[in-house]
């Protein structure tokens, strides 16, 4: 109890072992521990994460887990801490504690490693994303080892390197690895502590057209790549956009399409042979990289057909992935939901837009949700902040979920 955690005779339909495992919560150390997280500049790139890991590893270790920590980067270390018996289903709590530069100090109003307090709110990079997750992952194994009820299955807290740079180092190494097999996953990123049953799936794509250069004052001597290119973003516009946003899912935004880069041409006066544009295409359920990649293709080869001197390719940037979802029945979905039902939060189900490490899990053929305190809007921006009141409700939530997945109680 205390300024932001309700009293707990306040909260309804509360079992014995809930009330024990969040009457060790105390909301002055979830506090203290956030701030002190923030407050290591772990930015990637270059992405050291020691001192973030070592912090995170640090209590853990002394309540009684056992910690390991894996790398296959020395910079980027991975924290395994488990805690309860081997046997029975493993929950695994996944965050990263990385975050991106700050950018231009000067458009920033607080110092980005400051972890000023104002107003209930924490400022600094990383703040949301992702320490506020990393913070109430470790206080709630923090409380759960603390409080004293026996547990059936075990928690095994991952805090990871590497997800600003695409989890290669970090959640991917570590899932396919498998230094462990979670019966179930909780990837803290930012969902305003809402239940996101998986994620959209990407199909990033890149189209190049080739054509001949010429003197800029004889045009028609070349094949100009750019004027090509344009073509090929008009028709993406007008024959594919439109298509992509009929495709829907009751979780998920719409599927979207974006031409995000732009590159081509040497010189003023040269009639450019090259340019080049990524696609950011975003995947709702059912649609597959692959056939995404040459839904492209045929719209961008048909642009340009009656152009002479000009070739078009389309391919993959880097291997693309089907969207992920959970299903609603899943006894992880379940005990969210009733922790979120206890916390006066919201029961509704929803997806992530943007891709997260939840991803490497998920095609493991594992059940993972994302879930996490703050707003995803306020990820990578000057003045990032969180709320101290949904940091302290994820803390709860999550201890909530492990009670319920990890001890035997009928309510
Ligand atoms: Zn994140």
């Known amino acids: 109890m205390g300024k932001w955690?309700?009293?707990?005779?306040?909260v309804a339909g509360l079992s014995a072992n809930e009330r024990l495992v969040l009457?060790?919560?105390?909301?002055?150390?979830?506090i203290a521990f956030h701030r002190g997280l923030v407050q290591i500049p772990s930015v990637n790139p270059p992405g050291d994460v020691r001192e973030a890991i070592h912090y995170c590893e640090a209590p853990l270790k002394l309540a009684g887990f056992s910690t390991e920590v894996v790398s296959t980067d020395e910079i980027m270390p991975n924290l395994i801490a488990r805690f309860g018996p081997e046997r029975g289903p493993v929950l695994g709590f996944n965050a990263h504690v990385d975050v991106v530069p700050i950018g231009e100090r000067s458009a920033w109003r607080h110092d980005p490693f400051g972890a000023e307090i104002e107003d209930g709110k924490i400022y600094g990079?990383?703040?949301?994303?992702?320490?506020?997750?990393?913070?109430?992952?470790?206080?709630?194994g923090l409380a759960l080892a603390k409080c004293g009820v026996p547990?059936?299955?075990?928690?095994?807290?991952?805090?990871?390197?590497?997800?600003?740079?695409?989890?290669?180092?970090?959640?991917?190494?570590?899932?396919e690895r498998e230094f462990f097999t979670p019966?179930?996953?909780?990837?803290?990123?930012?969902t305003f502590n809402g239940i996101a049953l998986g994620e959209k799936g990407a199909s990033p794509t890149r189209i190049t057209v080739r054509g001949r250069t010429a003197h800029g004052a004889l045009p028609w001597e070349g094949a100009?790549?750019?004027?090509?290119?344009?073509?090929?973003?008009?028709?993406?516009?007008?024959?594919?956009?439109?298509?992509v946003a009929t495709r829907t899912s009751p979780i998920f935004h719409p599927s979207s399409a974006s031409v995000n880069l732009f590159e081509g041409g040497i010189k003023s006066n040269v009639v450019p042979d090259f340019a080049q544009i990524y696609v950011d295409r975003r995947l709702v359920p059912g649609e597959q990289p692959a056939e995404v990649v040459k839904e492209i293709e045929a719209i961008a080869m048909e642009a340009v057909a009656a152009l002479p001197g000009i070739t078009v390719e389309v391919g993959e940037v880097y291997p693309g992935g089907e969207a992920t979802s959970t299903p609603a029945e899943s006894p992880l979905v379940k005990a969210m939901i009733g922790a979120n039902q206890r916390l006066g939060l919201s029961t509704e189900l929803g997806g992530f837009s943007m891709a997260t490490d939840g991803r490497f899990w998920a095609r493991q053929g594992i059940p993972t949700i994302i879930y996490g305190p703050g707003d995803p809007k306020l990820a990578h921006v000057p003045d990032e902040w969180i709320g101290i009141d949904e940091l302290l409700q994820a803390t709860l939530a999550y201890a909530l979920a492990a009670v319920a997945l990890l001890t035997q109680e009928s309510r």
């Open 125 to 140: 990079r990383g703040a949301g994303d992702d320490k506020a997750s990393v913070t109430a992952q470790v206080m709630a």
């Open 23 to 30: 009457d060790c919560i105390d909301e002055d150390a979830v």
């Open 183 to 190: 019966d179930f996953m909780i990837v803290g990123e930012q």
């Open 151 to 175: 547990l059936t299955g075990q928690l095994v807290i991952n805090e990871v390197a590497d997800e600003e740079a695409g989890g290669f180092k970090g959640a991917a190494f570590v899932s």
């Open 224 to 243: 100009n790549a750019i004027e090509a290119m344009a073509e090929i973003i008009v028709a993406l516009r007008r024959d594919y956009w439109p298509v």
């Open 5 to 10: 955690i309700p009293d707990l005779d306040d």
